[in-house]
T-cell receptor
Framework: KQEVTQIPAALSVPEGENLVLNCSFT??????LQWFRQDPGKGLTSLLL?????REQTSGRLNASLDKSSGRSTLYIAASQPGDSATYLC?????????FGQGTRLTINP | SQTIHQWPATLVQPVGSPLSLECTVE??????LYWYRQAAGRGLQLLFY??????ISSEVPQNLSASRPQDRQFILSSKKLLLSDSGFYLC??????????????FGPGTRLTVT
């Protein structure tokens, strides 16, 4: 059974810092990996999708990496801003469905 | 472009009452459709998914059911709500079956409070 773990559960940093969110999964036989953002009381917004054959994806200040062999992914946020404050969720695709981590609640302090 | 709609946005229902939440997707065909629940302080729990009209897979035994009467419509129902059914319900879709990326997109959610 696939299990996804995100560390840390919460993170608070001052504005302008670069930061890394971690995601690990137990079964390396994944189809792809997806990072989401969730604002309080809102649905999930897809940030980045990394296919199993890829090593990383970039979108603006965000960069996600994937190491299938070690069962790890990282989300790198450059030059953090208060608007980046949200919960970030990692999810891996198995057969027909996503398995989610518990998320990292990120707070960027002005 | 594709959009996903859910309604209602907020719902307060008494214990024992019925439930019907609706989700529709626009701008795509043959999507895979999903219902999730997010309880307070807990992660996302997959409830049902569907790969086609009338095809429903249940992930968790419970008093909820799902139906897919049309290609882009997904309905979550209950005959009698329990207090434990309270939560944030999210509908999602992934790329149609002819594509391989399976990127998943979520709707705005329905906040259900059972009193």
């Amino acid at each position: 059974k696939q299990e996804v773990t995100q560390i840390p559960a919460a993170l608070s940093v001052p504005e302008g810092e670069n930061l890394v969110l971690n995601c690990s999964f137990t079964d390396s036989a994944i189809y792809n990996l997806q990072w989401f953002r969730q604002d309080p009381g809102k649905g999930l917004t897809s940030l980045l999708l990394i296919q199993s054959s890829q090593r990383e994806q970039t979108s603006g200040r965000l960069n996600a990496s994937l190491d299938k062999s070690s069962g790890r992914s990282t989300l790198y946020i450059a030059a953090s801003q208060p608007g980046d404050s949200a919960t970030y969720l990692c999810a891996v695709w198995g057969a027909q469905k996503l398995v989610f981590g518990q998320g990292t609640r990120l707070t960027i302090n002005p | 472009s594709q959009t996903i709609h859910q309604w209602p946005a907020t719902l307060v229902q008494p214990v024992g009452s019925p439930l019907s939440l609706e989700c529709t997707v626009e701008g795509t065909s043959n999507p895979n459709l999903y219902w999730y629940r997010q309880a307070a302080g807990r992660g996302l729990q997959l409830l049902f998914y569907s790969v086609g009209i009338g095809q429903i897979s249940s992930e968790v035994p419970q008093n909820l059911s799902a139906s897919r009467p049309q290609d882009r419509q997904f309905i979550l129902s209950s005959k009698k709500l329990l207090l434990s059914d309270s939560g944030f319900y999210l509908c999602a879709w992934s790329g149609d079956r002819s594509r391989s990326s399976y990127e998943q997109y979520f709707g705005p959610g329905t906040r259900l409070t059972v009193t």
